[in-house]
């Protein structure tokens, strides 16, 4: 196992207005460079964790909170979400809600954290650059971010938060209120930032996607762990759609075909493979 | 989709590369030394002065539409009110049957309209064409809270958002059979529904906007602020800034002498 | 239910085309599933479905009538809407009055209101939760409230706007559960979605939007087997249907057992 940048021990968490927990004792670890999926149905206690994470709970949250949360070394519970945003960073649904509202332009919005820093204006012009490049925003960076699609909004937010240098990034369900075009993009960007070895943790209803992007996976269920596995073994466990989440098709075309005889091998989790393994079934 | 409105549209003109603060300055200079200055003659040399500005900022077309929108009814009310019942009046100029014009009222309404119109044409100035967000880097190097510029900027900015929202609900609203025209009473009683989940939505979005800034470091104290929008000073700011307070202070010195009658 | 559009055009404010020339009929009860791209036009379309929206040229007409003769509160007797956000639509304290707000507006009796809800929040999921406020439910019950309130006042077709973005596998089964039920009973539902698998397991027919334009309007089986044509306005089929054609199935299929089936005729040839 690499090195750990992100532990959760014992972590039990409460909202001040319910009476149940969201979160109930759970404990793990995730490896740096990794990406890891967190998967469960609604009410599963996966935003929760999100904020827990980036240090929104116990900061901004209030409520009750025991065990611990580690990131990079740094206890989050001691440290402020402020000093947290250079060492972990959170994307979630709304992309409107995602702009401060103090910028005229996309350059602004994406600069605004750093000047909160205090960052130079130099250094800052050369960071916007970067960051408005790699997410591919730099031919609207003079707009005003109102006057994008929601699709390019969110690829703002990602970059105002990717900005602040953060090593590990946090999405929560970040392409929900996207269409199918919008959220591929988000992802291209993800898996890149991921190959340049920003550790990624991605909540997300998709199957297929999750099954084809994930090393590890972790499977919730009324604030409980129930899974961390590989992508092939969570989905191969027959239980797993009791705790309510979908299987992605290509392992549903495997499994049929295997018992039905016509294939030994083992289950697929992406299209291509899944395609292949189908071809050489056809074939007898 | 409705496009976003901007009051400012750059125009590359001298006054726009002004500092920001230099504009404050003079909103207060030349209005303030107006305002304290006996007569109104002072007022209606920067009137036709500020004119001259609105050229330099090629605005003058809405500068001169908002300054007789505002100028031409704002005098007939007053010249009416202070010409005719001021109590000052002693000096009778004109009679239009039971109505007398008095001079004291007359000089008085024209002292109000011009200190009105210069505090007008400046701001309008300043505002068309100063980028919000230059302003608000301006005041935050000159020492403005952080907390207090992120007010200014996120309220103007919100706005276009909500009223689209706003939009979206009374749609929402006339889908579950609400007459959204009609009477005053059938607007009343239809905006009634609207306001629930304008105010929910707001504690909603506000709760996710709250958010996002603690994540940017909105919290952090101890460290001076910086922006993406430059703020310079040139020269001709440096002169400028001195011409106003020397104006201003010259004007103090007027005002003075002239009270004490010496001249 | 019959809705008809003839040479339908609407142009923003802003003298954007949002919709260049529509020409389209909706009869029966059979639900409709419109697909495509975000800004290709198809929720400016609904809209004029209810009148939310009126034609800057042409003819929208609901079971003959032309739209512009009534006002959308008017129509929201016939054509039920329900937006994609719940927060827009819900605002009273408990979600019984919510049910009870519509039906009360277009002057339905206390006694078919009484009769209608019973049947509602067991539809959509909410006969325990009659008296809770609708800002204290989660996020996907909020959205089967404002789908109750709508359906409460019943009207013939119903109009659904991304009705599975963020519902998760039983939510999207219990809409499964509403829109069977509703064409049961004579309804028509018409929805917009992204989600390509609650799509082709829901409805037989798809209407692809492109650019303010219907570019196709088939049996879900035609419009997913022309790849080409769907690449253009930036839809892929289904996961399944996708393995299928890529692995040269000679049949565009949408389920597992479907595939099998195909599978097993080709594979015997």
């Not at chain 1, 900005?163 to 590990?168: L, S, Y």
């Not at chain 2, 004109?94 to 400046?122: C, D, P, R």
């Not at chain 3, 559009?5 to 020339?21: C, F, I, Q, S, W």
Request: charge should be neutral.
């Amino acid at each position: 196992m690499g090195k750990v940048v992100l532990e959760v021990k014992d972590f039990s968490f409460r909202y001040r207005q319910t009476k149940q927990k969201a979160i109930k004792n759970i404990s793990f670890q995730v490896e740096e460079g990794s990406f890891f999926c967190i998967i469960g149905a609604n009410g599963s206690g996966k935003s929760t964790l999100c904020n827990a994470l980036v240090g929104l709970i116990p900061h901004y949250f209030v409520g009750k909170m025991s065990g611990e949360v580690f990131v990079n070394g740094m206890k989050v519970e001691d440290s402020t979400i402020a000093d947290l945003s250079a060492k972990i960073g959170l994307v979630f649904q709304n992309p409107f809600n995602q702009l401060s509202y103090t910028a005229g332009t996309v350059a602004e919005e994406l600069a605004y954290g750093l000047g909160n820093r205090g960052v130079s204006h130099e250094e800052m012009v050369k960071k916007v650059e970067y960051v408005a490049k790699l997410m591919r925003i730099d031919h609207v960076i003079h707009k005003n971010p109102l006057e994008l699609s929601g699709g390019q909004i969110q690829r703002v937010a990602l970059g105002s938060t990717f900005i602040m240098e953060p090593r590990v990034l946090v999405l929560d369900e970040c392409t929900t209120q996207l269409d199918p075009l919008g959220s591929e993009e988000i992802f291209d960007i993800v898996k890149s930032l991921n190959q340049k070895g920003i550790t990624v943790i991605m909540v997300d209803h998709e199957m297929e996607r999750v099954a084809r992007c994930a090393d590890k996976i972790m499977v919730l269920d009324g604030g409980e762990i129930v899974a961390i596995d590989i992508p092939e073994r969570i989905f191969e466990t027959p239980d797993i759609v009791k705790h309510r989440i979908g299987v992605p098709d290509y392992v549903k075309i495997c499994q049929s075909l295997r018992e039905k005889g016509y294939t030994k091998r083992e289950i697929e989790i992406a299209e291509e493979p899944t395609i292949e393994l189908v071809k050489e079934a056809l074939k007898g | 989709m409705a496009k976003i409105s901007n009051s400012f549209v750059p125009k590359d003109t001298i006054i726009e590369e002004l500092n920001p603060m230099t504009k404050i300055l003079a909103v207060f200079s030349l209005g303030l030394g107006t305002l304290i200055f006996p007569n109104s003659w002072l007022g209606l040399i920067i009137i036709i002065g500020l004119f001259f500005v609105a050229y330099l900022a090629k605005t003058l077309k809405d500068f001169t539409k908002i300054m007789f929108g505002f100028g031409i009814p704002i005098t007939v009310m007053l010249m009416f009110i202070q010409g005719c019942y001021s109590p000052k009046n002693v000096t009778i100029i004109a009679e239009f049957g039971f109505l007398q014009v008095g001079l004291e009222g007359v000089l008085y309404a024209f002292k109000i309209i011009s200190t009105l119109l210069v505090f007008l044409g400046t701001f309008y100035i300043m505002n068309k064409t100063t980028y919000t967000g230059k302003l608000v880097a301006a005041l935050t190097n000159s020492g403005l809270p952080p907390k207090a510029g992120y007010l200014v900027l996120a309220s103007l900015n919100v706005v276009p958002q909500m009223q689209r929202r706003m939009e979206v609900i009374q749609e929402a609203q006339g889908a579950r059979g609400v007459e959204i025209g009609g009477g005053i009473i059938a607007r009343i009683k239809a905006y009634i529904p609207l306001l629930g989940p304008v105010v929910m939505s707001a504690l909603t979005d506000a709760q996710e906007r709250g958010m996002t800034l603690e994540t940017r470091g909105f919290g952090i104290t101890g460290v001076k602020q910086t922006s993406y929008v430059e703020v310079t000073q040139s020269n001709l700011d440096r002169i400028l800034k001195a011409i106003l307070i020397l104006f201003f202070i010259i004007v103090v010195i007027l005002t003075v002498l002239m009270k004490l009658n010496i001249i | 239910m019959k809705i008809e559009l003839r040479n339908m055009r609407y142009v923003y404010p802003t003298g954007d085309e949002a919709l260049k020339g529509i020409d389209l009929l909706i009869e029966g009860i059979e639900p409709v599933a419109i697909i495509g791209q975000n800004g290709a036009g198809k929720t400016t379309l609904v809209k004029h479905f209810n009148g939310i929206l009126r034609p800057t040229s042409g003819e929208v007409l609901i079971n003959g009538e032309n739209i512009q003769n009534c006002s959308t509160a008017q129509w929201s007797k016939e054509v039920g809407y329900i937006f994609q956000n719940p927060d827009d639509q819900l605002f009273l304290e408990s979600v019984r009055k919510e049910f009870e707000f519509g039906p009360l507006q277009i002057g339905m009796s206390k006694e078919e209101i009484e009769e209608r809800m019973k049947w509602v929040a067991t539809l959509v999921g909410l006969s325990d939760k009659l008296d809770i406020h609708p800002f204290d439910l989660t996020s996907t019950e909020k959205k089967f409230c404002s789908i109750g309130a709508i359906i409460m006042m019943n009207p013939n077709a119903m109009i659904f706007d991304e009705p599975t973005c963020g519902q998760d596998v039983d939510g999207n089964l219990r809409l499964r559960k509403i829109i069977n039920e509703l064409k049961e009973r004579g309804k028509l539902c018409i929805t917009i979605s992204h989600d390509m698998k609650f799509v082709v397991d829901n409805f037989k027919r798809v209407i692809v939007m492109w650019k303010g334009k219907v570019l196709l309007d088939e049996k879900a089986e035609n419009v997913f087997s022309q790849v080409e044509t769907l690449k253009k306005s930036f839809v892929s089929p289904p996961p399944i249907t996708k393995v299928a054609q890529g692995a040269g199935l000679r049949k565009t299929v949408f389920t597992t057992e479907a595939f099998i089936k195909v599978f097993e005729e080709q594979r015997m040839v």
